[in-house]
């Protein structure tokens, strides 16, 4: 799945569930410079965790916005995640390349429960181990169901644009991560082990990143639409209501004592992101128990619940660790926020680059 990232105009598309955001983008030198960034309300019940459900209307939305912003670029990469990919870190003797991919090719089944024949899988080695006071290769495998991955290739073919990338989320955001040097002008992130956790709409993601290389990625079945259905469940509010309410919150972090409408709003919408940090600290607490050393000094929040004022409050509060909303990073060039785009930005990086 990897090609060279060359000083070309490059369309890179990340397929929510609520949103759809594009941008069309180049590398030069040593910076990423997006030219085009826009988004779309997908078309509702035509994609969800991770799969495409109907690939003629999202086609025909895509097609028309493309259209519309003057994407002249044919070349086209993907970022995608889903709770149906099954990512496990599995130590490995201390091997190379060729030995990993026959012991995977016959053995995989042994690590993972399942069909593996109906799955896309990949590995990194994102350091060592010891396992059985032995020193081993700690390998990160992710396995992506064929049929997702035939799906979205299919959806580009049907636009006309060429798929060359198609990259897991967790991957392209610490290979981003580590390019960036800098997150919002102050904050070095080469000494840091960071959680940085995408607050989507379906689900939330969580890439534990140390030295710029993924050491854990999961992702839990709770995001902003559990949000709105706990919020529809106490108001009558129309969709542009309901838009309107949640940017109106000045702190979720701080609820009064009288009892208002408002304050209605800030607890079922606390309440809410509490019990996802609750499901959050159970990956927490695996990486941290996986190998003496092992801590996370900062957490970096994006998506669209890290706009609600105040989450990062939640967080810091409840894990006693640093948090902040991601605003801008080094050698990125953006007119639009990152925040809203990170994932389309990360899949711009490959390998060899960072």
Same mark, same amino acid.
């Given at each position: 799945?990897?090609?060279?990232?060359?000083?070309?105009?490059?369309?890179?598309?990340?397929?929510?569930?609520?949103?759809?955001?594009?941008?069309?983008?180049?590398?030069?030198?040593?910076?990423?410079?997006?030219?085009?960034?826009?988004?779309?309300?997908?078309?509702?019940?035509?994609?969800?965790?991770?799969?495409?459900?109907?690939?003629?209307?999202?086609?025909?939305?895509?097609?028309?916005?493309?259209?519309?912003?003057?994407?002249?670029?044919?070349?086209?990469?993907?970022?995608?995640?889903?709770?149906?990919?099954?990512?496990?870190?599995?130590?490995?003797?201390?091997?190379?390349?060729?030995?990993?991919?026959?012991?995977?090719?016959?053995?995989?089944?042994?690590?993972?429960?399942?069909?593996?024949?109906?799955?896309?899988?990949?590995?990194?080695?994102?350091?060592?181990?010891?396992?059985?006071?032995?020193?081993?290769?700690?390998?990160?495998?992710?396995?992506?169901?064929?049929?997702?991955?035939?799906?979205?290739?299919?959806?580009?073919?049907?636009? %006309? !644009?060429?798929?060359? #990338? *198609?990259?897991?989320?967790?991957? @392209?955001?610490? /290979? =981003?991560?580590?390019?960036?040097?800098? $997150?919002?002008?102050?904050?070095?992130?080469?000494?840091?082990?960071?959680?940085?956790?995408?607050?989507?709409?379906?689900?939330?993601?969580?890439?534990?990143?140390?030295?710029?290389?993924?050491?854990?990625?999961?992702?839990?079945?709770?995001?902003?639409? %559990? !949000?709105?259905?706990? #919020? *529809?469940?106490?108001?009558?509010? @129309?969709?542009? /209501? =309901?838009?309107?309410?949640?940017?109106? $919150?000045?702190?979720?972090?701080?609820?009064?004592?009288?009892?208002?409408?408002?304050?209605?709003?800030?607890?079922?919408?606390?309440?809410?992101?509490?019990?996802?940090?609750?499901?959050?600290?159970?990956?927490?607490?695996?990486?941290?128990?996986?190998?003496?050393?092992?801590?996370?000094?900062?957490?970096?929040?994006?998506?669209?619940?890290?706009?609600?004022?105040?989450?990062?409050?939640?967080?810091?509060?409840?894990?006693?660790?640093?948090?902040?909303?991601?605003?801008?990073?080094?050698?990125?060039?953006?007119?639009?926020?990152?925040?809203?785009?990170?994932?389309?930005?990360?899949?711009?990086?490959?390998?060899?680059?960072?």
């Amino acid at each position: 799945m990897n090609l060279p990232f060359i000083n070309k105009n490059i369309i890179s598309i990340d397929l929510g569930s609520y949103e759809t955001k594009i941008i069309e983008a180049k590398k030069n030198n040593n910076t990423i410079q997006v030219n085009k960034a826009f988004s779309i309300l997908t078309p509702e019940g035509c994609y969800e965790d991770g799969r495409i459900k109907n690939e003629k209307i999202l086609s025909e939305a895509l097609r028309d916005e493309l259209k519309k912003n003057k994407i002249s670029s044919k070349t086209a990469y993907l970022t995608i995640k889903s709770t149906a990919i099954i990512t496990r870190e599995i130590p490995f003797p201390l091997v190379g390349p060729k030995e990993i991919d026959g012991m995977l090719k016959f053995q995989l089944s042994e690590y993972l429960p399942m069909d593996v024949s109906r799955y896309v899988v990949q590995y990194k080695i994102i350091g060592k181990v010891f396992d059985d006071e032995k020193e081993r290769l700690n390998v990160l495998i992710v396995a992506v169901p064929k049929d997702i991955v035939e799906k979205h290739y299919f959806l580009l073919s049907q636009l %006309n !644009l060429k798929p060359e #990338i *198609l990259d897991y989320q967790s991957n @392209s955001i610490s /290979k =981003l991560i580590w390019f960036a040097d800098s $997150i919002n002008d102050s904050i070095f992130v080469s000494d840091k082990t960071i959680a940085v956790i995408d607050l989507g709409y379906n689900s939330t993601n969580v890439s534990i990143i140390k030295n710029g290389k993924l050491q854990i990625s999961r992702a839990i079945e709770v995001g902003g639409e %559990n !949000l709105d259905e706990n #919020i *529809l469940n106490l108001f009558d509010f @129309s969709k542009e /209501k =309901l838009l309107e309410k949640k940017s109106g $919150i000045n702190d979720v972090s701080v609820i009064s004592g009288s009892y208002s409408d408002y304050n209605r709003l800030i607890n079922v919408t606390k309440n809410t992101i509490e019990s996802m940090i609750e499901k959050l600290e159970n990956i927490f607490k695996y990486y941290i128990s996986k190998e003496i050393g092992n801590e996370i000094s900062m957490i970096l929040l994006y998506g669209g619940l890290s706009q609600i004022k105040g989450v990062d409050k939640l967080f810091s509060d409840y894990f006693n660790i640093d948090t902040v909303i991601l605003d801008n990073l080094d050698k990125v060039s953006i007119q639009a926020n990152p925040n809203k785009y990170l994932n389309c930005i990360s899949t711009l990086l490959r390998d060899e680059e960072v």
